[in-house]
Every structure is written in structure tokens, then in C-alpha cells.
């Protein structure tokens, strides 16, 4: 029986900890109301396309490499490319590389594909610790950040303006320049990192279902009058009288929501300088009281809040299924946002199969039209210090043979889903043939590309810290949190679940 | 002299698992002693040949002092104190069962074992899968409720959010009490298996033809029989059960919670990782110590009662 | 179901004495009624225990767009063989097969013999100190291993062992020998065998060595049986490690190639060639099961000691 003695033991644990969680001080926060969302509109529309550098790239540091006088010197290298390509991808990286070999023999290059990104960051972090780290690794901003603590990450200004391996003006300016500036977002104004592939968030609707209510596609977030067609708030409460059931809009990714909310607003979401998180303002809480809104008429979902893909409610064709009639998700996604073929016979009885409802792709809704905002997203590549000048220099060969290739990028990019990094790229005859035959049912990556170029001159990248990535899923957890966990109490649970994730961010 | 030479050979046959465990095992423990009492340390800072780190115990107070430190504690307790009492006792009765058939013994133990041979993560994600809602705001107008919730209104319940947005404490815990059980049942039933197979059936005759009901001949002969069996699966079960993370993540993913409330089901381990993550290996090291320490006053407790009940 | 209950029927008869009919027969339903009631909960237990590795296979014959389904379906719509064709080829299979089979063996092997050695230092011998160092190994199960990972890849990036083939091999193997469970769990199976047949050896003049390997090892052999199950299972199943030392194909093992390889450029897992090939994957462990279990479980009864 003294098993029961071991049990009262760890139930005493249990109950102890309960009691002491119990007794922390309640946070008495006010339950006084945020600004109006017209005063929040107000305040972003106040915002000139002049005023809105939310990023301050002015350089402040000293690169710290030195290329080696003459550049490369032809010496025998081996260097090793971290990735997260599947094996479709693998496959033309693969083939660039031989084309690669054939300007630099001597230079031999390894590929892993290590998992995921978040594994790619884990991985070098360990392997940082010993000295293994790769030459090149695909990067996300807060994985470089983490591998600068150490200051293991080659700044690339001194390479990109080498007279021997650097690049030329031209080759410069031909990058889309929201990209470029990613990898200057580090605080110092430095580049860390070049930009490899990449997509955007694009805002997917069910065209068919549109033109036949005649509805207008959203523009904008909010109403500011009643007969505001344009507006996501009009549209989704047309949706809702014309189809009960459904859930108007759904947006993939509760963390691209909250912080493009930030930037859209002009209200600062995070910093790359001290007081990293300043997301705890009172415009951001009126906007997510608003959605708080919105989930309560059932107008939008989330992912996690969903419990399912969103672009499977999207894709629903079913009679009597939910549905959902806009869809905001990864542009890289598209096929995903395409419903299944269905057969259907026409008049002779001839069997085809058609998709069953066009898919229109426009940019996302703004807050104001001259302070538009999209995220931008996807990997970029990072390279490592080395003991040997040459590695690092043979490394900085093969990222700029990738990234300035317009064939690489072009192939990469159709292949992938992403966009090219480089606008030239438009031109290359097999990719300006596939934009061409751009549609929203067979060719709907295309389509989705398409559109996430129209848009290049309003990419935003939000700033890369150690803690960014808390910061991100912070965001997350509180744009869900807010508009759904009952309360009676909105403004007080809101202000306390804002301070919970500022506490939460600023705690390690 | 035979004492003597006891002792010199003892050392040279532990010596090979000695060796390695110093290599990897105790020293990995004294690094992380190191990092735990270096205030502030990180692997990746104490790169920097200019960056030093300050002796003391700042690390503990920090973790101690984490608003969420108390859930995470809360949760790893009560899903050990859960679990490992009902799949140690589900175990053995299933063992004990499986012991008494003959037909079908072989495929049953088969299946038993089945779970054993499958991937974590694919498992973890079929779990979400039975247990999930997917559906807008109002439950009843769900999408889809989830095999669990299918079979409940067959018999008449009503829908309940296991884990999704809106979902209680208990029935999240619930459904990690559920998942942790079936995870942890095939070794359990396998060692009392064996265990019992291995007990000799003159003790049973004996029993039968004194008449002993059955429910006796179980508490009386057939547990303390089993008794070493059942202390290894206990003592492992809450050593595992106290370092529970796996099945959290692969229930709730990395947010560890609803929705709605993320981080509500975090444990000790997931706050470790979490700090792994970042460059906190010091805060890490802190806690595990923490943990440890818990961990081995229940381990000793556990022995103790062991040494006096358990018959080898 | 009666027919099955024959033997044992004919076995309770002739144990009881014949002047007792009455309660033979009430005590004949009564069993009957336990049987059934036996055979309910197995089976219950047994569909539960079954349901999600049915759902993984059922999965893993979808097509993606099925997967994702929000109202999942029972069967599959469009049953995809294809999926472990995919699975085979895209994730490498043979080559992570052959692997994990080397290590995995190896590492077994070694992991045995270092088991049994200090599982008899412990059950067997007398010297100072045994209960304190045995109480330590066991406090070292305590400390979650992810912390040593750091510590350890720094060890082995010392060691010199993260280049070059056997390196890696010896990366792969040779941290993880050492399990205290596993010394445990021999322990209290050696402590199982009464000390007088050593004694009994030593007085014979047979040596440690040979009495182990006599007497121990084949009372033991279930318990040993167990450890090179789980053991070849951890090698299956490791994921953290192989990920961070095996730097190319050549040298990766089945769980961390797995995960890794039906991903596509958007992070989007193909989860129905993954679910084919973690199937694929726990097939072998499956057979290796199915086929030992014979001696798992009758190999015990055997190290019963009798008299």
C-alpha cells in the first residue's frame, strides 16, 4: 500500500504547485476602451508613401571581411550548402551547380537538405558550438540573428563591391529592391544575407462565386460607411446573407495577420534596436478587438483557430459544406488554393473535367492605399566565416552564380512556386511565356507569381533580433487568443493577453 | 581475499559502460552544472572571447521566477501522477488477461505491441486528428468534430472541444492523460508480460486446489510475484512521465495549447526546449537541475518502497 | 467459443473431485462467462490500441488532396499504391535501410555485451560503493538528454569523429552504448536467478565468464531478447543525433531521412508519402517482433527455476 504514500506524494506536488499558481497577483487592468477603429483608418491613412520607411538602413558598422587581394585564386575548395529543397528542387539546384563547376572547377560544392528551416537553424546553432558549421545555409532573419551572437555571419558589403568578385551595378539593381533590403535589416545596415527565392501573402477569392452576386473584391480592411463595397468588413457580411453557412474569409497564418496589421497601420510591431517589442499599443488592440467582431459574426478564421488548413475551406465545393470565399495564404501555395477537378458532361454527353469555380488572386486589403503593406517571405542565404578567406570567397561565387543567374532563378522559380529575386528574370522567354498564360484554374501559380510581382514596391520584412522569432509567435498566439477566449471582460482580457506576450517575449 | 578479488573484478567488468557514460553522460551532467550556475550563459555568446559570464545562481531565480513556471510544474505532475497509475494498472490487468487465453494470445500480444513499432510523430498527428474540430466559431455548426466526438453523439452525448479553440483544461489534459496511456501501454504490457510468463505455475496449482478466488490469487501471488517487474515500470514511468514533452507537441504542436490559449499544457521539458532554442542554454541547465532534483526525491521515495515491498 | 475452452475445461474436471458436480457446473458458466468477458476487454482494448495505426495506413493510401479533407474519410477514396513507391524511391529507403541496419546491429552487439557485463557486476558481485554508484547511473536517467546533446557534439567535434566514414559510424554508435535502462532492467533479472547456483559455480571452479554465458545469458535470454529489440529500435528510431552528426546520405539514418524527405518548397509536407513510409519503416520492426516474440515470451517460462 505505500504506493498510495507515493501517490499522496506527488499529488501534494501537484496541489502545491496549483495553490501557487493560484496566488499571483491579478494584474488589474482597466477595462477602458482602445481608440476608434476610424481614428486607428484616420492615422494610416496619414501616412505618405515618403514617411513610411519603418526600417532604418542607414549603416552604422564595419563590414568584417576583407576579400583576399585578386579575389579567388583558383585554389581547390570545398564548401557545403545547407538547404531545405525536396528533391524536384534538389534537381535543378543540382544542375546549376554542374553549370557552376564549368566556370570554377576547383571549387566543389556539397548539398544537404537538413529538414526544415526551423532544423537548419537548430542544426548550425549545435554545430556553430563546435566549429562544423556549413560555408552557406538557407536563412530566415532570426536564424541570422541567432548565428551573429557569435558573429559567425560574413557581412557581404566588402564582397558585393570587390572590383574582382563583386557584382556590377546592373547586376545590383536588378534585384527586387524589398528584397535586397532584407538582408540589410539587422540594425547595423549591413547585408548579411542575400535574398534566394521568395513569395508573399496574396488574397485568393472564389471568382465565379463573385461575379455571379456581383460583389466587388475587397481593397481594404475596414467600412468607413455603409455602402463601402469595397471593404473586407462589407464583403464578408454580403457573404454571410447570401450563404449562412459559410466562413467569408480565411487567412493562413494568425502571426503575417497581426504584424501586417502593424506595418499597414504605421503603429511599430517590433525593433531591431533596443526595446525590441513594442507591439503593445492601443491601435493594434482596436484592431483586434475589431476581428474579435468579426470571429463573433463567424467572418474569418485562422489556421490554428480553424483546426484545419483554411484553403481546405476554400477549396469546398461540397453543396452542403461550410465554405469559405477568400482565402489569404502563401502565394507560393497556390495549387493548394485550386479546388479539385470535377467531371462534368456537356450537351453531346461528352465527359470533360473542368475546374469547378474559377480562382481569382488581387493583392491583400490595405489600410490605405498610399501606405500599402505585404510581407515578404521566403529563404535567403547566409554565409560563414571561415579560417580560410578562400572558402568564404568561393562561397560568395556560388551564392552570386545563383542569385544573378537568370536562368537559375528563372527554372528555381517555376519549379518551386516562388518569385524570382531578380526582375530581369521577367524577361527570360520560358517564364515570360508561363505569366503570359497566367489564369486562375491550370496556370494559378502563375497567376499567384504574377500578382506577388505587380506588388514588389510594397514588400516589408519586419526587423531580425534574437527573439524575433518569440516576438512572431507571440503575435500569433495573441491575434488568436483575442479574438476568440470568452470573456466578459473584452478590453481587460485584451490588454492582459498584450502584456502577457510582451512579458513572454521580454522574459529570455 | 575473495572480497578482493570481487572488487577487482566488478570495476573491470563495469569498466566499458564506466568509461562511456564519464565521456557522455557525467560529463555533459558537469557542463551542465557549469552553464546552470553561469548567469546569463549561452553557447553561442560564450563564443565571443571577449564575453564572460558571472558565477551565480541568478539562472534558478529566473526560471523560478517565470510567470508560467508554476503551469508548466503543475502539468508535468499531474500528467505523471495520471498516467502512470492507469497504464501501469491497465498493463497488468491487459498482461494478466493475455496470460490466461490461449486462442488468439499470439495475435492479441501482436497487436499489444503494434503501437511500439510506429512513428511518434505520425501517431501524434493521427491523435489530433480524432480529437479535433474544425469549424468557425460555433461549435455546433462544426465541419467536422473528430472520430471521438462521432462515436460520443452516436451513444447519445454531446460534442465536446478536446482541443481545440474553447476547450477546456480537463478535457485537454484528458486527451494527453489518453494519448500518454496508449504510448506508454505496449513496453509496460511486454515487461509484465514476460514477467509473467516467467512465474512459476506451481504457485497457481497451489492456489487453485486451496480454492483462492481469483481476485486473491491477483493481489496475493500474482502482483507481488510481478513486484520487480511492476517497480521498473513504475520508476520508468515517472522518470518519463516527468520529462514529458513528445506527446504534447504532438497533440497541441509547438504552441502547447488551444488556440486560445496557447503554452496552457507546456511542461517542464518544453520550457527547457524553448530555452534551448533561443541561446539560454544557462536558464536550460537551471531547470533541468530543478527537474532533476524533483525527479530524483521521487525516484528515492519510489526505490525505498521498492526495497521493502518489491520480492526478487 | 466453447470448443476453443476444451482443453481447459478437461484440465478443471480432473481437478476436482467428482462428488462436487453442482459446483463444476455453476463454476463451468462462471468460467465460460470470465472468458467471454476476457476476450471482450482484449478485443476492446485491441481496436482501440489499433485504431490509429489503421489511420496511418489508411492515410497513407490518399492522395494529398484526400488528406486534407476536413470530414476525413474511412477508406480511401482513390487508393494510391504509388505513395510507397514514392515513399521507397523519393526518401532513399534502401540506402537509409542498409544504414540503420549496420548501426543498429552494431551498436546492439556492443551494447550487449557491455549490458551483461555490468548487469553481473551489479547482481553478482560484491564491492564498495555498488549501491551508491548504482543509485547514481540510475540518477543520470533523470536529466533530459536533449541538454547533453551540446555537450556531446562538442565531445565528439573534439574526437576528431565528425569526418571521414568511420567517424560517423563511430558518432552514430558509440554515445548511445551505454543504457542505464537497459542495465537495470538486467539487473533485476539476473537478481531474479538465486545466488546459490553461482556459488554453487564458483565452488564447481566454472568461471564468471562461462557461467554467464552457461547459465545467466540463456535464463536471461528474454530480457536480452527485449534490450536488442528496443535497442535496434533506437536506432530506428533516432532522430536529434543522426540529424546533427550524419552530413550526407551515405550515412543518414531512417528517422531523420524520413522527415526530411517529402517535404516541398513551401515547407508542405507530402503527408501521405510520409504516413507510406513511416509504414514502410515500422514494417521491418514489425517482422522482427511477429518473428521473436516466440522467444520473448516462451524463452521466459524456461527461465523459470525449478527446485
Given at each position: 500500500?505505500?504506493?498510495?504514500?507515493?501517490?499522496?506524494?506527488?499529488?501534494?506536488?501537484?496541489?502545491?504547485?496549483?495553490?501557487?499558481?493560484?496566488?499571483?497577483?491579478?494584474?488589474?487592468?482597466?477595462?477602458?476602451?482602445?481608440?476608434?477603429?476610424?481614428?486607428?483608418?484616420?492615422?494610416?491613412?496619414?501616412?505618405?508613401?515618403?514617411?513610411?520607411?519603418?526600417?532604418?538602413?542607414?549603416?552604422?558598422?564595419?563590414?568584417?571581411?576583407?576579400v583576399?587581394?585578386?579575389?579567388?585564386?583558383?585554389?581547390?575548395?570545398t564548401?557545403?550548402?545547407?538547404?531545405?529543397?525536396?528533391?524536384?528542387l534538389?534537381?535543378?539546384?543540382?544542375?546549376?551547380?554542374?553549370?557552376?563547376?564549368?566556370?570554377?572547377?576547383?571549387?566543389?560544392?556539397?548539398?544537404?537538405?537538413?529538414?526544415?528551416?526551423?532544423?537548419?537553424?537548430?542544426?548550425?546553432?549545435?554545430?556553430?558550438?563546435?566549429?562544423t558549421?556549413?560555408?552557406?545555409?538557407?536563412?530566415?532573419?532570426?536564424?541570422?540573428?541567432?548565428?551573429?551572437?557569435?558573429?559567425?555571419?560574413?557581412?557581404?558589403?566588402?564582397?558585393?563591391?570587390?572590383?574582382?568578385?563583386?557584382?556590377?551595378?546592373?547586376?545590383?539593381?536588378?534585384?527586387?529592391?524589398?528584397?535586397?533590403?532584407?538582408?540589410?535589416?539587422?540594425?547595423?545596415?549591413?547585408?548579411?544575407?542575400?535574398?534566394?527565392?521568395?513569395?508573399?501573402?496574396?488574397?485568393?477569392y472564389?471568382?465565379?462565386?463573385?461575379?455571379?452576386?456581383?460583389?466587388?473584391?475587397?481593397?481594404?480592411?475596414?467600412?468607413?460607411?455603409?455602402?463601402?463595397?469595397?471593404?473586407?468588413?462589407?464583403?464578408?457580411?454580403?457573404?454571410?446573407?447570401?450563404?449562412?453557412?459559410?466562413?467569408?474569409?480565411?487567412?493562413?497564418?494568425?502571426?503575417?495577420?497581426?504584424?501586417?496589421m502593424?506595418?499597414?497601420?504605421?503603429?511599430?510591431?517590433?525593433?531591431?534596436?533596443?526595446?525590441?517589442y513594442?507591439?503593445?499599443?492601443?491601435?493594434?488592440?482596436?484592431?483586434?478587438?475589431?476581428?474579435?467582431?468579426w470571429?463573433?459574426?463567424?467572418?474569418?478564421?485562422?489556421?490554428?483557430?480553424?483546426?484545419?488548413?483554411?484553403?481546405?475551406?476554400?477549396?469546398?465545393?461540397?453543396?452542403?459544406?461550410?465554405?469559405?470565399?477568400?482565402?489569404?495564404?502563401?502565394?507560393a501555395?497556390?495549387?493548394?488554393?485550386?479546388?479539385?477537378?470535377?467531371?462534368?458532361?456537356?450537351?453531346?454527353?461528352?465527359?470533360?473535367?473542368?475546374?469547378?469555380?474559377?480562382?481569382?488572386?488581387?493583392?491583400?486589403?490595405?489600410?490605405?492605399?498610399?501606405?500599402?503593406?505585404?510581407?515578404?517571405?521566403?529563404?535567403?542565404?547566409c554565409?560563414?566565416?571561415?579560417?580560410?578567406?578562400?572558402?568564404?570567397?568561393?562561397?560568395?561565387?556560388?551564392?552570386?552564380?545563383?542569385?544573378?543567374?537568370?536562368?537559375?532563378?528563372?527554372?528555381?522559380?517555376?519549379?518551386?512556386?516562388?518569385?524570382?529575386v531578380?526582375?530581369?528574370?521577367?524577361?527570360?522567354?520560358?517564364?515570360?511565356?508561363?505569366?503570359?498564360?497566367?489564369?486562375?484554374?491550370a496556370?494559378?501559380?502563375?497567376?499567384?507569381?504574377k500578382?506577388?510581382l505587380?506588388?514588389?514596391?510594397?514588400?516589408?520584412?519586419?526587423?531580425?533580433?534574437?527573439?524575433?522569432?518569440?516576438?512572431r509567435?507571440?503575435?500569433?498566439?495573441?491575434?488568436?487568443?483575442?479574438?476568440?477566449?470568452?470573456?466578459?471582460?473584452?478590453?481587460?482580457?485584451?490588454?492582459?493577453?498584450?502584456?502577457?506576450?510582451?512579458?513572454?517575449?521580454?522574459?529570455? | 581475499?575473495?572480497?578482493?578479488?570481487?572488487?577487482?573484478?566488478?570495476?573491470?567488468?563495469?569498466?566499458?559502460?564506466?568509461?562511456?557514460?564519464?565521456?557522455?553522460?557525467?560529463?555533459?551532467?558537469?557542463?551542465?552544472?557549469?552553464?546552470?550556475?553561469?548567469?546569463?550563459?549561452?553557447?553561442?555568446?560564450?563564443?565571443?572571447a571577449?564575453?564572460?559570464?558571472?558565477?551565480?545562481?541568478?539562472?534558478?531565480?529566473?526560471?523560478?521566477?517565470?510567470?508560467?513556471f508554476?503551469?508548466?510544474?503543475?502539468?508535468?505532475?499531474?500528467?505523471?501522477?495520471?498516467?502512470?497509475?492507469?497504464?501501469?494498472?491497465?498493463?497488468l490487468?491487459?498482461?494478466?488477461?493475455?496470460?490466461?487465453?490461449?486462442?488468439?494470445?499470439?495475435?492479441?500480444?501482436?497487436?499489444?505491441?503494434?503501437?511500439?513499432?510506429?512513428?511518434?510523430?505520425?501517431?501524434?498527428?493521427?491523435?489530433?486528428?480524432?480529437?479535433?474540430?474544425?469549424?468557425?466559431?460555433?461549435?455546433?455548426?462544426?465541419?467536422?468534430?473528430?472520430?471521438?466526438?462521432?462515436?460520443?453523439?452516436?451513444?447519445?452525448?454531446?460534442?465536446?472541444?478536446?482541443?481545440?479553440?474553447?476547450?477546456?483544461?480537463?478535457?485537454?489534459?484528458?486527451?494527453?492523460?489518453?494519448?500518454?496511456?496508449?504510448?506508454?501501454?505496449?513496453?509496460?504490457?511486454?515487461?509484465?508480460?514476460?514477467?509473467?510468463?516467467?512465474?512459476?505455475?506451481?504457485?497457481?496449482?497451489?492456489?487453485?486446489?486451496?480454492g483462492t478466488?481469483?481476485?486473491r490469487?491477483?493481489?496475493?501471488?500474482?502482483?507481488?510475484?510481478?513486484?520487480?517487474?511492476?517497480?521498473?515500470v513504475?520508476?520508468?514511468?515517472?522518470?518519463?512521465?516527468?520529462?514529458?514533452?513528445?506527446?504534447?507537441?504532438?497533440?497541441?504542436?509547438?504552441k502547447?495549447?488551444?488556440?486560445?490559449?496557447?503554452?496552457?499544457?507546456?511542461?517542464?521539458?518544453?520550457?527547457?526546449?524553448?530555452?534551448?532554442?533561443?541561446?539560454?542554454?544557462?536558464?536550460?541547465?537551471?531547470?533541468?537541475?530543478?527537474?532533476f532534483?524533483?525527479?530524483?526525491?521521487?525516484?528515492?521515495?519510489?526505490?525505498?518502497?521498492?526495497?521493502?515491498?518489491?520480492?526478487? | 467459443?466453447?470448443?476453443?475452452?476444451a482443453?481447459?475445461?478437461?484440465?478443471?474436471?480432473?481437478?476436482?473431485e467428482?462428488?462436487?458436480?453442482?459446483?463444476?457446473?455453476?463454476?463451468?458458466?462462471?468460467?465460460?462467462?470470465?472468458?467471454?468477458?476476457?476476450?471482450?476487454?482484449?478485443?476492446?482494448?485491441?481496436?482501440?490500441i489499433?485504431?490509429?495505426?489503421?489511420?496511418?495506413?489508411?492515410?497513407?493510401?490518399?492522395?494529398?488532396?484526400?488528406?486534407?479533407?476536413?470530414?476525413?474519410?474511412?477508406?480511401?477514396?482513390?487508393?494510391?499504391?504509388?505513395?510507397?513507391?514514392?515513399?521507397?524511391?523519393?526518401?532513399?529507403?534502401?540506402?537509409?535501410?542498409?544504414?540503420?541496419?549496420?548501426?543498429?546491429?552494431?551498436?546492439?552487439?556492443?551494447?550487449?555485451?557491455?549490458?551483461?557485463?555490468?548487469?553481473?557486476?551489479?547482481?553478482?558481485?560484491?564491492?564498495?560503493?555498488?549501491?551508491?554508484?548504482?543509485?547514481?547511473?540510475?540518477?543520470?536517467?533523470m536529466?533530459?538528454?536533449e541538454?547533453?546533446?551540446?555537450?556531446?557534439?562538442?565531445?565528439?567535434?573534439?574526437?576528431?569523429?565528425?569526418?571521414?566514414?568511420?567517424?560517423?559510424?563511430?558518432?552514430?554508435?558509440?554515445?548511445?552504448?551505454?543504457?542505464?535502462?537497459?542495465?537495470?532492467?538486467?539487473r533485476?533479472?539476473?537478481?531474479?536467478?538465486?545466488?546459490?547456483?553461482?556459488l554453487?559455480?564458483?565452488?564447481?571452479?566454472?568461471?564468471?565468464?562461462?557461467?554467464?554465458?552457461?547459465?545467466?545469458?540463456?535464463?536471461?535470454?528474454?530480457?536480452?531478447?527485449?534490450?536488442?529489440?528496443?535497442?535496434?529500435?533506437g536506432?530506428?528510431?533516432?532522430?536529434?543525433?543522426?540529424?546533427?552528426?550524419?552530413?550526407d546520405?551515405?550515412?543518414?539514418?531512417?528517422?531523420?531521412?524520413?522527415?526530411?524527405?517529402?517535404?516541398?518548397?513551401?515547407?508542405?509536407t507530402?503527408?501521405?508519402?510520409?504516413?507510406?513510409?513511416?509504414?514502410?519503416?515500422?514494417?521491418?520492426?514489425?517482422?522482427?517482433?511477429?518473428?521473436?516474440?516466440?522467444?520473448?515470451?516462451?524463452?521466459?517460462?524456461?527461465?523459470?527455476?525449478?527446485?
Open positions: 500500500m505505500n504506493k498510495f504514500k507515493f501517490l499522496a506524494t506527488m499529488l501534494i506536488c501537484g496541489v502545491v504547485a496549483t495553490t501557487a499558481a493560484g496566488c499571483k497577483n491579478k494584474n488589474e487592468s482597466d477595462d477602458a476602451d482602445f481608440i476608434s477603429i476610424e481614428q486607428v483608418i484616420a492615422n494610416a491613412k496619414a501616412i505618405t508613401a515618403g514617411s513610411a520607411a519603418s526600417q532604418d538602413y542607414t549603416v552604422t558598422g564595419t563590414p568584417n571581411f576583407e583576399p587581394t585578386g579575389g579567388y585564386d583558383g585554389s581547390e575548395v564548401i557545403s550548402f545547407y538547404h531545405t529543397m525536396g528533391s524536384n534538389k534537381t535543378v539546384l543540382d544542375k546549376y551547380i554542374e553549370k557552376f563547376n564549368v566556370l570554377y572547377p576547383h571549387i566543389t560544392v556539397n548539398t544537404t537538405q537538413v529538414g526544415g528551416y526551423d532544423d537548419v537553424r537548430t542544426t548550425i546553432t549545435t554545430q556553430l558550438t563546435a566549429g558549421e556549413p560555408n552557406l545555409a538557407y536563412c530566415y532573419p532570426d536564424h541570422v540573428a541567432l548565428y551573429n551572437i557569435p558573429k559567425k555571419v560574413v557581412h557581404l558589403d566588402n564582397l558585393i563591391n570587390d572590383t574582382n568578385v563583386g557584382m556590377t551595378q546592373a547586376q545590383i539593381d536588378d534585384f527586387i529592391p524589398g528584397y535586397w533590403n532584407e538582408g540589410r535589416q539587422f540594425g547595423d545596415g549591413l547585408m548579411y544575407t542575400l535574398p534566394f527565392s521568395k513569395s508573399t501573402e496574396v488574397l485568393y472564389n471568382k465565379t462565386f463573385f461575379t455571379a452576386n456581383n460583389i466587388s473584391v475587397p481593397d481594404h480592411w475596414f467600412s468607413e460607411s455603409v455602402d463601402d463595397t469595397t471593404s473586407m468588413e462589407y464583403v464578408c457580411a454580403k457573404i454571410k446573407t447570401i450563404d449562412p453557412t459559410s466562413i467569408p474569409l480565411g487567412y493562413d497564418s494568425a502571426a503575417n495577420w497581426f504584424i501586417t502593424a506595418e499597414q497601420c504605421g503603429v511599430p510591431y517590433t525593433s531591431a534596436k533596443e526595446d525590441h513594442q507591439f503593445n499599443n492601443e491601435t493594434l488592440k482596436a484592431v483586434m478587438k475589431r476581428f474579435r467582431e470571429r463573433q459574426q463567424d467572418w474569418m478564421t485562422t489556421q490554428t483557430l480553424y483546426g484545419s488548413y483554411t484553403s481546405g475551406l476554400f477549396v469546398e465545393t461540397g453543396a452542403d459544406k461550410s465554405k469559405s470565399y477568400m482565402s489569404i495564404g502563401s502565394s501555395g497556390a495549387t493548394h488554393q485550386r479546388p479539385a477537378k470535377v467531371t462534368v458532361e456537356d450537351d453531346e454527353g461528352n465527359e470533360t473535367s473542368v475546374y469547378p469555380f474559377d480562382v481569382g488572386i488581387v493583392e491583400i486589403p490595405q489600410m490605405s492605399s498610399t501606405n500599402k503593406k505585404v510581407i515578404s517571405q521566403g529563404p535567403s542565404v554565409i560563414f566565416k571561415k579560417s580560410n578567406p578562400q572558402e568564404v570567397v568561393a562561397s560568395w561565387l556560388l551564392l552570386k552564380y545563383l542569385t544573378t543567374s537568370v536562368e537559375f532563378q528563372a527554372e528555381f522559380a517555376l519549379a518551386s512556386g516562388y518569385v524570382p531578380i526582375q530581369s528574370v521577367e524577361q527570360n522567354a520560358t517564364y515570360a511565356s508561363e505569366l503570359a498564360a497566367a489564369d486562375g484554374g496556370h494559378i501559380a502563375a497567376l499567384a507569381a500578382v506577388c505587380e506588388q514588389k514596391q510594397h514588400y516589408y520584412t519586419s526587423p531580425a533580433f534574437n527573439g524575433s522569432s518569440t516576438a509567435e507571440q503575435a500569433e498566439a495573441l491575434l488568436n487568443k483575442c479574438v476568440s477566449k470568452e470573456t466578459s471582460t473584452v478590453n481587460k482580457m485584451i490588454n492582459e493577453a498584450f502584456q502577457d506576450a510582451i512579458d513572454e517575449c521580454e522574459y529570455a | 581475499m575473495v572480497d578482493n578479488k570481487q572488487q577487482w573484478k566488478a570495476w573491470l567488468y563495469l569498466a566499458p559502460a564506466i568509461v562511456l557514460l564519464l565521456l557522455f553522460t557525467v560529463w555533459p551532467i558537469i557542463n551542465t552544472v557549469r552553464m546552470a550556475f553561469l548567469e546569463g550563459y549561452g553557447n553561442l555568446s560564450s563564443l565571443n571577449d564575453k564572460t559570464f558571472e558565477f551565480g545562481i541568478e539562472n534558478f531565480e529566473k526560471v523560478v521566477k517565470y510567470k508560467k508554476t503551469t508548466c510544474l503543475k502539468n508535468t505532475c499531474l500528467l505523471c501522477v495520471l498516467t502512470v497509475p492507469i497504464s501501469t494498472l491497465l498493463a490487468v491487459i498482461a494478466v488477461c493475455l496470460n490466461s487465453i490461449k486462442p488468439f494470445s499470439r495475435l492479441l500480444q501482436t497487436i499489444y505491441f503494434l503501437p511500439y513499432v510506429t512513428n511518434s510523430i505520425a501517431i501524434g498527428m493521427v491523435f489530433a486528428s480524432m480529437f479535433n474540430i474544425i469549424g468557425g466559431a460555433d461549435i455546433s455548426k462544426a465541419v467536422s468534430i473528430g472520430i471521438v466526438n462521432n462515436v460520443i453523439e452516436f451513444f447519445g452525448g454531446e460534442r465536446i472541444a478536446w482541443i481545440s479553440t474553447g476547450s477546456s483544461y480537463s478535457a485537454n489534459i484528458a486527451v494527453m492523460v489518453i494519448y500518454i496511456v496508449w504510448n506508454a501501454l505496449p513496453f509496460k504490457i511486454l515487461i509484465l508480460l514476460g514477467g509473467l510468463q516467467s512465474v512459476n505455475k506451481q504457485y497457481y496449482d497451489a492456489a487453485k486446489i486451496d478466488s481469483k481476485w490469487v491477483f493481489w496475493r501471488i500474482t502482483v507481488p510475484l510481478l513486484s520487480p517487474m511492476i517497480a521498473y513504475l520508476i520508468t514511468g515517472f522518470i518519463g512521465g516527468f520529462k514529458e514533452y513528445t506527446a504534447t507537441v504532438g497533440v497541441f504542436g509547438e502547447m495549447g488551444p488556440a486560445d490559449d496557447p503554452g496552457r499544457l507546456n511542461t517542464m521539458v518544453g520550457f527547457i526546449y524553448k530555452q534551448l532554442e533561443g541561446d539560454h542554454q544557462g536558464l536550460a541547465s537551471a531547470a533541468s537541475l530543478i527537474l532534483g524533483i525527479i530524483l526525491v521521487i525516484t528515492l521515495i519510489n526505490l525505498k518502497i521498492s526495497s521493502k515491498k518489491v520480492q526478487y | 467459443m466453447a470448443k476453443k475452452l482443453p481447459q475445461q478437461t484440465l478443471n474436471t480432473t481437478m476436482v467428482k462428488d462436487m458436480k453442482d459446483v463444476v457446473s455453476t463454476e463451468k458458466v462462471m468460467k465460460v462467462i470470465r472468458t467471454i468477458c476476457v476476450y471482450l476487454f482484449l478485443g476492446f482494448m485491441a481496436l482501440i489499433l485504431f490509429p495505426f489503421y489511420w496511418m495506413i489508411n492515410s497513407s493510401l490518399k492522395t494529398l488532396e484526400e488528406y486534407k479533407w476536413q470530414v476525413p474519410s474511412f477508406v480511401p477514396k482513390t487508393i494510391v499504391w504509388g505513395n510507397y513507391k514514392e515513399a521507397f524511391k523519393a526518401g532513399n529507403l534502401a540506402v537509409l535501410f542498409v544504414n540503420t541496419l549496420y548501426v543498429g546491429i552494431v551498436s546492439t552487439v556492443l551494447s550487449l555485451v557491455i549490458t551483461v557485463l555490468s548487469a553481473f557486476a551489479f547482481a553478482r558481485l560484491e564491492f564498495k560503493g555498488k549501491n551508491a554508484l548504482f543509485a547514481a547511473l540510475l540518477a543520470t536517467m536529466i533530459p538528454g541538454l547533453f546533446t551540446i555537450t556531446n557534439y562538442i565531445t565528439v567535434s573534439k574526437l576528431g569523429w565528425t569526418t571521414g566514414d568511420t567517424g560517423t559510424y563511430a558518432v552514430l554508435i558509440i554515445p548511445f552504448l551505454v543504457s542505464v535502462f537497459y542495465i537495470y532492467l538486467l533485476q533479472n539476473f537478481l531474479q536467478i538465486p545466488n546459490e547456483l553461482y554453487a559455480a564458483k565452488v564447481d571452479g566454472t568461471s564468471d565468464i562461462k557461467y554467464l554465458w552457461k547459465v545467466m545469458i540463456p535464463l536471461s535470454l528474454p530480457t536480452l531478447i527485449s534490450i536488442t529489440i528496443l535497442k535496434m529500435m536506432a530506428w528510431n533516432s532522430y536529434i543525433w543522426p540529424k546533427l552528426v550524419a552530413k546520405t551515405a550515412h543518414t539514418l531512417i528517422s531523420s531521412g524520413l522527415r526530411n524527405a517529402f517535404t516541398d518548397a513551401n515547407n508542405d507530402n503527408y501521405p508519402v510520409q504516413m507510406a513510409a513511416v509504414a514502410l519503416v515500422s514494417l521491418p520492426l514489425f517482422l522482427v517482433f511477429v518473428f521473436l516474440r516466440k522467444y520473448i515470451m516462451k524463452g521466459v517460462s524456461r527461465s523459470g527455476i525449478k527446485g
